[in-house]
């Protein structure tokens, strides 16, 4: 059963540092891209960062570019996402997805990704 599943969200201070971890089971893990998304209350989902499925290529929103990084260990089967300088604004629940494919080619589509972790939780205080 393909799955996916992130953890590391909390409560963290405006300036502060979080990494979030996504382990992914039950698909192959190193042929298909990934992406973070991200949801406010009241607003849309919207796609943070995306990684192919080499590792070698990585997208960004303009909002958290050189703020958050992307990663992937694949000998893990596990997705980080690296958030630096948090911002009030990035409060949000943050999901995992697995892509239908293996690349990462700009501002990620919900319809791309195939499997969907439960969400984790980022709370911004300022």
């Known amino acids: 059963q393909p799955q996916v599943m992130e953890s590391g969200g909390g409560l963290v201070q405006a300036g502060g540092t979080l990494t979030l971890s996504c382990v992914a089971s039950?698909?192959?893990?190193?042929?298909?891209?990934m992406g973070w998304f991200r949801q406010a209350p009241g607003k849309e989902r919207e796609g943070v960062s995306c990684i192919n499925w080499a590792g070698t290529i990585s997208w960004h929103a303009d909002s958290v570019k050189g703020r958050f990084s992307i990663s992937k260990d694949s000998a893990e089967a596990t997705l980080y996402l690296t958030m630096t300088s948090l911002k009030f604004e990035d409060t949000a629940m943050y999901y995992c997805?697995?892509?239908?494919?293996?690349?990462?080619?700009?501002?990620?589509?919900?319809?791309?990704?195939?499997?969907w972790g439960q969400g984790t939780q980022v709370t911004v205080s300022s």
């Open positions: 997805a697995a892509s239908f494919t293996g690349t990462c080619s700009g501002s990620p589509h919900r319809s791309e990704f195939a499997y």
């Open positions: 039950g698909f192959p893990f190193d042929r298909v891209a």
